[in-house]
């Protein structure tokens, strides 16, 4: 498959492997982890004790700095291939402008999601697959073939974006289930929040290109 262009697309994954690789060569995984990590708790305005890391990401970036630490070469492996293959097909529909902004979206959605399942959870958010989720959620939109009709009122567009919610919650409630036996392995709802991000900001995204070319 020959896959189009896609200079963010590029960046965002250099940017993401070179700091894989600094925290890992320098053993600062747990470090980053604890200063940048995205804790649901900090979004409630509690503080947590971390002094002895020194100095800490502010609360409200976290889910942008998360979105740029992994936990293992798996995991950041995955994310990139994801990121690669559809995010070029992305780029090249919306522009990397605009799919910048669908990214970043889509990191504060998936970090949103997460708190609002659970937002007393001292446990840290790491990694892109939030904000990939709604790259994801925009190639499933942009490029689906199979054609969608109309459910009474409601056009066909909006009810592949149902149909597609509803076919992605599924597979990460198996995908929860199938890791750790229970919702708590894998931040599941992040990756919900991160694709219906995407599903709900393709069109109007695709308009404001359009509209301003």
């Known amino acids: ?55 800490m990401v502010p609360a409200l970036l976290t889910p942008l700095s998360s979105a740029f630490l992994h936990s293992g070469f798996v995991h950041i492996g995955f994310n990139m291939l994801m ?8 780029e090249q529909a919306l522009g990397p402008a605009l799919m910048a902004i669908l990214y970043v979206v889509g990191a504060y959605a998936a970090a949103f999601a997460q708190y609002a399942v659970d937002s007393v959870s001292m446990i840290p958010m790491v990694g892109a697959s939030g904000a990939i989720s709604a790259i994801l959620g925009a190639y499933a ?4 073939r199979n054609r969608v009709d109309a459910v009474g009122p409601f056009p066909g567009h909006v009810v592949r974006i149902v149909w597609l919610t509803l076919a992605w919650i599924g597979i990460q409630l198996m ?39």
């Open 141 to 144: 939109l942009l490029f689906a």
């Open 1 to 55: 498959m020959n896959l189009p262009a896609g200079k963010l697309t590029n960046g965002l994954i250099i940017a993401n492997v070179v700091i894989f690789l600094i925290i890992w060569i320098f053993g600062w995984e747990q470090d980053a982890v604890l200063r940048g990590g995205m804790f649901p708790i900090r979004l409630s305005g509690e503080a947590l004790d971390l002094s002895a890391h020194g100095w």
């Open 175 to 213: 995908i929860g289930l199938a890791t750790s036996g229970s919702l708590q392995g894998i931040a599941i709802f992040a990756h919900i929040g991160g694709f219906i991000a995407g599903l709900l900001l393709t069109r109007p995204l695709l308009e404001w290109r359009f509209r301003s070319a």
């Open 83 to 90: 990121l690669l293959f559809c995010g070029r097909f992305v």
